[in-house]
């Protein structure tokens, strides 16, 4: 309304006698109602940590590059270290959370989700979705041709915005990079580093920017619900169907290796339960797919030429096959050969899609143990004398000497690392090279060829895992000494501690039952991150004066916002209960130190 600026329901026209409707009569109806919004459809939330078997759809909490790695945390944060991951550009050697004005990072709205590319050595790129739009940094040319290895806002496909994006997945061999993004209605967009490359899928267009996957020239692939990438090739499913295209893919048909420029449906495999769970894709020259079914089984096809299939051969499965066989160190002194055992229900799978040097695929299977095959370049296995690198390999400690101890969740495949984690662990085990900051230790890991659990710092539990702290307490005070705290930050975070170490965390109970080891130091020598986190107070504790009041000054640090308790417990009697008047408790303000 030209004639004021104060028009609101009081008037059906301008209320005055000019203006576009001053041949109306000022009269009518008015009713207002409050209109519910859907922000998340507006702009767009992240991805949850919820720990699910179906991971179609989701982002791996874990994407290992050549020399770098990502890490999503149980608070939702991404975590970047290693080649070129700082937000200049520059190698990171230790996590960075990606913040905007920290770190270097530079970019509006709320980070969404992260992935990554490299090359070998070279272009380790990192790719950042926010709540606002799309952005990049690092080197040139992993997939997008940045004139600056600083952070730097792109385009998303036209009429495509955060908001409308399920999940987004990049990958690279020695040529082609691309990043894939799946809408939340089904749709597949394709950014490639080579203008007509395969792998846009929509025919070989010779345009630069986006290209929607097609099945044809008028027909678009829709109704998907995960893909993934290896740079020159990609797999995208809607949990039953299976499509594929780029440069030399395969059907399962019984057929070589050939081009595809639009999404071509795969033979479903025989034998399979489907919806399948995972899938993932490597492609050093050649693809190798993966995929793990609703029964636990893996389903494998196409380039095998290290091995990464699993079929204890080095021949490319022109069909469909399953990987039935896993190879594990006996329960013996010093380092056997392995034994050949029927393999078991698979809980999670990996393959090296985001730099495909060296193709090499991980699996854990449903007893939590994690299992490599394929390359090794690097020492990214984990496993350093393996009977065959053709067979799915139990991951060994001890110089090969025994199948590494604990429960692993997530493992991640990476060109020349791999990443692991451990249930109820604040931290990641790190195998392969380290140079470069790849290890998040600045080197301290010395390039290790089994997992190093103790070197790498804490980052806190990561998505989908959980972490606690226990004490170490005499047995005879708690059976099993259960009394335990989760832990939501990694250490350097944690604003609630006890003196200047952050609690880490523990695999279980720490106490000793009998004997000289009963000393409540199991908590500070359990190895993680080589750190004592018992170190409120130092050396001899103060000796009680009898008939005089005991006190101590506990160092401490309540950054939450809110007031703490701090409770105190001594066992005077020594009757090994802690009675109420045995202890004390203190309110601790917010901000006190």
Request: glycine share 12%; proline share 5%; charged share 15%.
């Amino acid at each position: 309304n030209a004639s004021t600026a104060n028009v609101d329901e009081r008037s059906i026209g301008d209320g005055f006698n000019t203006g576009a409707y001053a041949a109306y009569q000022i009269s009518g109806e008015v009713e207002d109602y409050f209109v519910p919004v859907d922000l998340d459809a507006i702009i767009g939330t992240p991805q949850d940590c919820d720990p699910t078997d179906d991971r179609l759809g989701l982002l791996d909490p874990l994407q290992a590059l050549f020399h770098a790695s990502i890490v999503k945390t149980a608070n939702g944060d991404w975590l970047v270290f290693g080649n070129s991951a700082h937000g200049s550009g520059a190698n990171q050697n230790t996590p960075a959370k990606v913040e905007s004005g920290f770190n270097g990072f530079n970019f509006t709205g709320n980070p969404l989700m992260v992935t990554a590319v490299s090359n070998f050595t070279s272009n380790h790129q990192y790719i950042l979705l926010t709540t606002t739009g799309l952005y990049v940094w690092g080197q040139a040319n992993g997939v997008f041709t940045n004139a600056s290895t600083a952070m730097t806002q792109v385009a998303l496909p036209a009429g495509i915005s955060p908001a409308n994006i399920q999940m987004i997945d990049a990958g690279r061999n020695a040529s082609i990079g691309s990043l894939v993004l799946l809408t939340k209605t089904g749709e597949v967009w394709v950014y490639s580093n080579t203008i007509g490359s395969n792998v846009q899928g929509d025919g070989n267009m010779a345009t630069a920017g986006w290209h929607q996957a097609m099945l044809n020239s008028t027909t678009p692939l829709t109704g998907m619900k995960d893909v993934r990438t290896a740079g020159a090739s990609a797999i995208a499913t809607d949990g039953n169907i299976f499509y594929t295209w780029g440069s030399n893919v395969f059907l399962g048909n019984g057929l070589p290796a050939s081009n595809k420029n639009y999404a071509t449906p795969m033979i479903i495999p025989t034998g399979i339960t489907l919806p399948v769970k995972q899938q993932d894709i490597n492609n050093e020259t050649s693809t190798a797919y993966y995929l793990r079914d609703a029964a636990g089984k893996v389903f494998v096809l196409g380039a095998n030429g290290n091995g990464q299939l699993g079929l204890v051969n080095t021949v490319n499965a022109l069909s469909w096959l399953t990987i039935t066989q896993m190879n594990e160190e006996p329960d013996a002194p010093g380092n056997q050969p392995d034994v050949t055992k029927p393999i078991k229900k698979v809980i999670w799978i990996s393959a090296n899609n985001h730099d495909s040097y060296g193709p090499l695929f991980n699996l854990i299977t449903e007893d939590y143990r994690a299992y490599s095959m394929g390359d090794d370049a690097g020492n990214k296995s984990g496993n350093p004398s393996p009977t065959t690198r053709n067979l799915p390999t139990a991951v060994t400690s001890g110089g090969g000497a025994q199948m590494l101890e604990g429960k692993m969740i997530y493992v991640e495949s990476g060109g020349h690392i791999s990443i692991l984690i451990k249930d109820r662990n604040d931290r990641y085990g790190y195998v392969g090279h380290t140079v470069d900051g790849s290890d998040g230790c600045g080197g301290c890991t010395s390039s290790p060829d089994e997992y190093n659990f103790s070197g790498p710092p804490s980052t806190g539990p990561v998505c989908g895992n959980t972490a606690f702290d226990y004490g170490d307490l005499d047995d005879n005070y708690n059976l099993g000494d259960k009394a335990s705290h989760e832990i939501l930050y990694s250490q350097t975070e944690n604003p609630l501690k006890l003196g200047t170490v952050a609690a880490d965390s523990d695999d279980g109970p720490q106490f000793t039952v009998t004997g000289s080891g009963n000393d409540a130091l199991g908590d500070d020598l359990d190895g993680d991150g080589g750190l004592d986190d018992e170190d409120a107070f130092t050396g001899t504790m103060p000796v009680k004066t009898a008939g005089s009041p005991y006190t101590l000054n506990v160092p401490l640090t309540n950054n939450t916002g809110t007031a703490a308790q701090l409770y105190g417990f001594i066992d005077w009697n020594n009757n090994g209960v802690f009675e109420a008047s045995e202890t004390v408790l203190q309110t601790v303000p917010a901000s006190a130190t």
